[in-house]
């Protein structure tokens, strides 16, 4: 029997919280919805269900973590776009400065792009082609 109804959260260690801020919060739009003087930043994704929100929270890391060459297991994460707003993430982030790849998924119809955020996470953006 499966219990899980949705997904909560992706935690990611951050070397500049101020950079990862900018790339989440400002340039893809998720709203902050923890206190600016909290350590972590837990930005508001979407709704989800059940009353707890789909969010991305922003861990700054100790200096071992930072300061070590990347070993992370995460691969990517990828965030669903509408297929009218496609072309225009794609152009918001070149205008700051990012280098959209292209990709093909391997089981769905549709438009692809990816980026790697400040941190070298790899960001999947996605919608229905």
């Not at 070397?15 to 206190?35: T, W």
């Not at 509408?82 to 438009?111: I, N, T």
Request: aromatic share 8%.
């Amino acid at each position: 029997m499966a219990y899980i109804s949705g997904l909560a959260e992706i935690v990611l260690w951050t070397a500049d919280k101020a950079r990862a801020l900018a790339f989440y919060q400002d340039l893809l739009g998720f709203e902050l919805i923890s206190p600016p003087t909290l350590p972590n930043a837990f930005l508001k994704v979407g709704d989800g269900n059940a009353g707890v929100p789909q969010m991305i929270v922003l861990v700054p890391a100790p200096p071992e973590i930072a300061s070590a060459p990347r070993q992370g297991q995460l691969h990517h994460l990828a965030f669903q776009l509408a297929p009218e707003e496609f072309d225009a993430q794609h152009a918001a982030l070149v205008d700051a400065g990012y280098s959209p790849r292209g990709g093909k998924h391997p089981v769905l119809a549709s438009r692809t792009l990816y980026v790697d955020d400040p941190d070298g996470n790899e960001v999947e953006f996605i919608c229905r082609a």
